[in-house]
């Protein structure tokens, strides 16, 4: 009995992990690895494919958790580019926002060490296409 109740509380404490932060999911499942049965494990790799989770490798999360900080500073520079820009011409035309969203991480850079060259916002187009 005491086994089937130890049994219940990991399946709810991983099922709670899934629903709100698959990287914790991941911590608890290994976690918890040694101490489940070929049963047990089934049981938890046949819910997650059901609720259509991808069951991540250790190497593959790290992948996935390192792309996800180069887009997030990629969206941080464009942000700043776009505040630098706003805060010198007031108004920008969206052609100029999205520009700017389209471009690399270089050409961020490149701008934002520019900006105190770019006196119309037009000349952010030589930045763009070069």
């Known amino acids: ?29 290994k976690m918890y690895a040694d101490k489940l049965n070929e049963e047990q494990k089934k049981y938890v790799i046949n819910n ?6 991808k069951i991540y490798t250790e190497e593959e999360l790290k ?18 580019v776009i505040r630098l820009l706003k805060k010198k011409f007031s108004d920008i035309p969206e052609k100029y926002i999205k520009l700017i969203e389209d471009a690399d991480e270089k050409t961020l850079l490149r701008i934002a060490d520019n900006i105190f060259e770019i006196n119309e916002i037009e000349d952010i187009e030589k930045y763009i296409v070069s």
């Open 1 to 29: 009995m005491d086994e089937m109740k130890e049994y219940d509380n990991k399946t709810i404490l991983i099922g709670a992990a899934f629903r709100v932060d698959p990287i914790k999911a991941s911590e608890v499942t």
């Open 48 to 53: 997650l494919k059901e609720a259509n989770f």
């Open 63 to 80: 992948k996935s958790m390192e792309e996800g900080m180069e887009k997030g500073i990629e969206k941080g520079m464009e942000n700043l």
